[in-house]
DNA sequence: TTGGTATATGATCACATACTCATATACATG
DNA sequence: CATGTATATGAGTATGTGATCATATACCAA
C-alpha cells in the first residue's frame, strides 16, 4: 500500500471521538513539548537543575559540566528564548536564573515517577 | 584561544563546588532525560496523553494524529523500549496502555506552569 | 494452506540539533 | 583610547531523530 495514512481503517470509532474530543489544544501541545524538550537534554536539564538551586555565570556552569562556555552559552540562549531563564549583569559576569522556581517541582516529580510504577 | 574548556577559568569556586555536591547522579540525569524526551515531540505527547484516557491500538492512535500506522508504530516501539507503555494482544490487534498512570500528573503539572510564572 | 488484516521492523532520507571554532560585543581598567 | 575579561553569536559540521517506503511477522478465517 502507498499510502496507509488512514481515515476509513478506523477500527474503534468511539475511541478515536473520544481522544479527539480530550485532545489537547495544538498550541498546548506545542508548549508543553518545548518545556519537556528544555529538560531532555543531560546538558540543560543540568544547567537548569544547578540554576534551581543557586544563580550561576556562564563560566561556572561550563565548570560543573566540564564543556566550552560556547557551548553553555549557546543553551543557555535557548533556554532564554524559550523564556525558561533571565540573567542579571554585574560588570561582564552575566548571573543566570530559572523564571519560574518551580520547575525544581517539574524535576524532583519526575524523579518519583522513576522510582516505583503502579 | 584554541581550547576555552575552562578548568582554571573558575570565578566563583563555592557556587560549583555546592553545585557539584547538589548535582543529580549521571544516572538520574539520562533516566530523566529520557522521560522529558519522550514528552518532548509532539507525536509522542499526543499518544502519551490520549493513552492515559483509554487503552488504544496502532490504527487509532494513526487516525487521530492523523499520521501513517509506521509512524505511530515506530513511536510506540520507542515508549515501549522506554518502559512507557505496554501492550495487550487481542486477535491481530495489539491495545496499547501507559505502564504508569501518574504520567497524566507530569502533563498537568507542566501545564500548569505554563499558566502563570512566579 | 491460502489469503487477508493489523502491526513490526529495517533501510533510507531529510531535517533538527549540539558542538566547535572564529569572531564580535559589552564592560572594566589603565 | 587601548587592552583584557566574560560572554554572545554565526558558520560549519557531525550526530540524532522522525518520517517514509518496502518488507516481514503474527494472527485469523475459509
Redesign the pocket.
Known amino acids: ?5 488512514c481515515g476509513s ?1 478506523i ?1 474503534h470509532q468511539e475511541k478515536v471521538d473520544l481522544a479527539r474530543c480530550r485532545d489537547l489544544h495544538p498550541a498546548r501541545v506545542e508548549q508543553l513539548c518545548q518545556l519537556f ?1 528544555a529538560f531532555g ?1 543531560p ?2 536539564l543540568r544547567i537548569l537543575h544547578a540554576l534551581l538551586q543557586q544563580e550561576m ?4 556552569l561550563a565548570a560543573l559540566l566540564d ?12 533556554l532564554r528564548t524559550m523564556g525558561l531563564v533571565v ?1 542579571r ?1 554585574e ?5 543566570y536564573r530559572p523564571v519560574d522556581n518551580r520547575l525544581i517541582e517539574l524535576i524532583s516529580f519526575a524523579g518519583s515517577l522513576l522510582e516505583g510504577h503502579r
Open positions: 500500500m502507498q499510502n496507509d495514512r481503517r477500527i524538550k537534554e546538558g540543560r555565570c556562564v563560566c561556572d564543556v566550552s562556555e560556547s557551548a553553555v552559552s549557546h543553551q543557555l540562549r535557548l540573567n549583569r560588570g561582564t559576569v552575566l548571573y
